[in-house]
């Protein structure tokens, strides 16, 4: 079965630069989440999308936006990176019709700030 | 707001022994869902098992059972059999669709399985 896939894989930036992470959710899946897992803790949630509309927001700094496309992929655009923004980011989706409110999580982006 | 805690950092157990996580939630709503992820070395987020909490019967899958206790706010996850392959971080996870509509972790459980 397919699933989520997320590029890059890896990312090195330095401070000040941009990153651009992008999320293709399973066929069919209406909704988009995107989840920030810093060194050693858990996923905290950044923002959601459904139906290419902006669902809800999480603690995502203001540096961070993103979108959902007509395809429904997503992406999570990163400008004045810190050091702090060093995570595993991860994309989720799911089927809020199915209403079991299940999230496949994609293999994630490591993004690294120098 | 929802919180959810995992009080057991790290366990360990051999090989074919059976192991139960801890998961405790705060929550003031009363239909919502809980699950449990498993985070193996790859660092990939794997769903294990859903719970519906207006389903009173506990969700099983293959060796991996749940005791839900909505009462106590309680969702402990046991592994029967326990593989190698299980060796993994195993976070409990809330969500509810009222609200912002949100995955809401705990800190995580390390457990490994030893040969």
């Known amino acids: 079965a397919a699933g989520v896939i997320q590029s890059p894989r890896h990312l090195i930036k330095e401070k000040r630069e941009t990153a651009t992470l992008k999320c293709y959710p399973i066929p069919r899946h209406d909704t988009v989440y995107w989840y920030q897992q810093g060194p050693g803790q858990d996923p905290q949630f950044l923002i959601s999308?459904?139906?290419?509309?902006?669902?809800d927001k999480g603690s995502i700094p203001d540096r961070f936006s993103a979108q959902q496309f007509s395809d429904y992929h997503s992406e999570l655009n990163m400008s004045s990176l810190e050091l702090g923004d060093s995570a595993l980011y991860f994309c989720?989706?799911?089927?809020?019709?199915?209403?079991?409110?299940?999230?496949?999580f994609g293999p994630g982006t490591r993004l690294t700030v120098t | 707001a929802q919180t959810v805690t995992q009080s057991q950092p790290e366990m360990s157990v051999q090989e074919a022994e059976t192991v139960t996580l801890s998961c405790t939630y705060d929550?003031?709503?009363?239909?919502?869902?809980l699950f449990w992820y498993k985070q193996p070395p790859s660092r990939q987020m794997i769903l294990v098992i859903r719970q519906e909490a207006y389903k009173q019967q506990n969700a099983t899958e293959n060796r991996f059972s749940v005791n839900f206790q909505k009462a106590a706010k309680s969702f402990s996850l046991k592994i029967s059999d326990s593989q190698l392959g299980d060796t993994a971080m195993y976070f409990c996870?809330?969500?509810?669709?009222?609200?912002?509509?949100?995955?809401?972790f705990g800190q995580g459980t390390r457990l490994t399985i030893n040969p």
């Open positions: 996870a809330f969500f509810s669709h009222q609200g912002a509509q949100k995955l809401v």
């Open positions: 989720a989706s799911s089927l809020e019709r199915a209403s079991s409110y299940e999230q496949y």
């Open positions: 999308f459904y139906e290419k509309m902006q669902s």
């Open positions: 929550t003031s709503e009363s239909n919502y869902y």
